[in-house]
């Protein structure tokens, strides 16, 4: 009987529902078509531990090395290191601007970091993630210079010209679909009351 009751206020009030359903895929269409394409490109560097001369020492390393790999993901997003970025690209934005625009991840259980940089145009996220990821070796470089058992830092895999990442026009358009039929929902419902 609630399934009657249902389909029933549905059917009468069939209109206010579905203008509000069309009303989110259109709004979701257009704002996928408005929103500038972004890209992401990516490289990955990996940090090489010095060489232990017992188990013990081995240990510590791995136990030591994803809280390295964290300091030195922090260290490469910092605001001095996002400063070296546009200093080294010529880039007119802040550099807050620039360092909103680049991640370092470690890869889980690996001494690998991914330096990834987005940007509008594909060429340029490739640029800001490569200079990005001289800085983070420089700054390893340095961090690690008056010490006798040195990390190190290599690029294993340099950044290519950037993937599309936006706009999701599928998930903006499953986006508005849902918040359509929600809004439909209720408003048909306070018709209907």
Same mark, same amino acid.
């Given at each position: 009987?609630?399934?009657?009751?249902?389909?029933?206020?549905?059917?009468?009030?069939?209109?206010?529902?579905?203008?509000?359903?069309?009303?989110?895929?259109?709004?979701?269409?257009?704002?996928?078509?408005?929103?500038?394409?972004?890209?992401?490109?990516?490289?990955?560097?990996?940090?090489?531990?010095?060489?232990?001369?017992?188990?013990?020492?081995?240990?510590?390393?791995?136990?030591?090395?994803?809280? /390295?790999?964290? *300091?030195?993901? #922090? !260290?490469?997003?910092?605001? &001095?290191?996002?400063? =070296?970025?546009? @200093?080294? %690209?010529? /880039?007119?934005? *802040?550099?807050? #601007? !620039?360092?909103?625009?680049? &991640?370092?991840?470690? =890869?889980?259980? @690996?001494? %690998?970091?991914?330096?990834?940089?987005?940007?509008?145009?594909?060429?340029?996220?490739?640029?800001?993630?490569?200079?990005? @990821?001289?800085?983070?070796?420089?700054?390893?470089?340095?961090?690690?210079?008056?010490?006798?058992?040195?990390?190190?830092?290599?690029?294993?895999?340099?950044?290519?010209?950037?993937?599309?990442?936006?706009?999701?026009?599928?998930?903006?358009?499953?986006?508005?679909?849902?918040?359509?039929?929600?809004?439909?929902?209720?408003?048909?419902?306070?018709?209907?009351?």
């Amino acid at each position: 009987m609630e399934l009657r009751a249902t389909l029933s206020l549905f059917r009468r009030r069939l209109i206010p529902f579905l203008l509000c359903v069309i009303t989110g895929l259109v709004a979701a269409f257009v704002t996928s078509n408005r929103t500038a394409p972004t890209y992401e490109s990516s490289s990955s560097v990996i940090v090489t531990l010095p060489r232990s001369s017992d188990v013990s020492q081995a240990l510590q390393g791995v136990q030591l090395s994803s809280q /390295l790999l964290q *300091s030195y993901a #922090a !260290i490469a997003t910092s605001r &001095s290191a996002a400063e =070296r970025i546009r @200093t080294r %690209l010529v /880039l007119p934005e *802040s550099a807050e #601007a !620039i360092r909103s625009r680049i &991640s370092v991840t470690p =890869r889980p259980e @690996t001494l %690998l970091l991914v330096v990834s940089a987005i940007d509008t145009d594909p060429i340029r996220s490739r640029s800001i993630a490569d200079a990005a @990821t001289v800085v983070l070796i420089d700054e390893i470089n340095r961090l690690e210079r008056n010490k006798l058992d040195k990390v190190e830092a290599g690029v294993v895999d340099p950044a290519g010209v950037g993937v599309m990442v936006g706009p999701r026009t599928k998930t903006n358009m499953a986006i508005g679909l849902l918040l359509g039929l929600i809004i439909g929902t209720a408003l048909a419902l306070v018709l209907e009351a």
